[in-house]
């Protein structure tokens, strides 16, 4: 029973395009999600997070967008650059406050 | 430098053996966790401590031991009752069991 999905295994933008990474949960008790970034043979590294008392945050080229009634959220990425190309990990932190993350989606940003 | 060491990197056992993962951290944090990593999951949860001398088992503790007797040291022991060993381990650190999490590189087992 997956809590929080990220239903695209992989997506690939142009350099310099918007990309939109999509993830989708099923606990309305959720109440922070968090982007992760990863690469090959590495742990992930924190990107932007947001609280589900709002429903934007921004933080240069990253913004992550939560719409609590569709329980959808998205980070999307502008302008899209080659060191993006990554696997990126949605989380949310449930009310013992454990992270439950997605699968993961493969990004990349093609020249 | 502050942060998160996994070692080794790279670790090999025979099926059979416990084998102990390391995972030190310089940046003063209470909680300490372990995730497992398999091809197209995310990360799943092993155990995670939120202070000294406490740890809780995550969704998938079976198999895995813990110990926290200091706060910047969090090892991981596979035992051989793991019936799947062989993957990338993960270790993390957060203030707080409330903020984020800091990883470490990771360690990829393979039990042959």
């Known amino acids: 029973d997956q809590q929080v999905k990220q239903n695209s295994p992989s997506l690939s933008v142009q350099e310099g395009r918007i990309s939109i990474l999509n993830c989708d949960y099923t606990?309305?008790?959720?109440?922070?999600f968090l982007w992760y970034k990863k690469y090959p043979a590495e742990g992930p590294t924190f990107l932007i997070s947001?609280?589900?008392i709002k429903d934007k945050n921004e933080d240069g080229r990253f913004t992550v967008f939560l719409n609590k009634s569709a329980k959808h959220l998205s980070l999307h990425i502008v302008p899209s650059q080659p060191g993006d190309s990554a696997v990126y990990f949605c989380?949310?932190?449930?009310?013992?406050?454990?992270?439950?993350w997605g699968a993961g989606t493969k990004l990349i940003i093609k020249p | 430098d502050g942060g998160i060491t996994q070692s080794p990197k790279y670790l090999f056992r025979k099926e059979g053996q416990n084998v102990t993962l390391s995972c030190e951290q310089n940046?003063?944090?209470?909680?300490m966790y372990w995730y497992r990593q398999d091809p197209g999951q995310g990360l799943r949860l092993i155990y995670y401590s939120q202070i000294v001398n406490d740890f809780q088992k995550g969704d998938i503790a079976e198999g895995y031991s813990v110990s926290r007797e200091k706060k910047e040291s969090f090892p991981l022991t596979v035992t051989s009752a793991q019936k799947n060993p062989t993957a990338f381990y993960l270790c993390?650190?957060?203030?707080?069991?409330?903020?984020?999490?800091?990883f470490g590189q990771g360690t990829r087992l393979t039990v042959v």
């Open positions: 606990n309305s008790m959720f109440d922070y």
């Open positions: 947001i609280s589900s």
């Open positions: 940046l003063n944090h209470d909680a």
């Open positions: 993390a650190s957060s203030v707080t069991v409330n903020t984020e999490a800091f």
């Open positions: 989380a949310a932190k449930d009310s013992n406050y454990q992270l439950i």
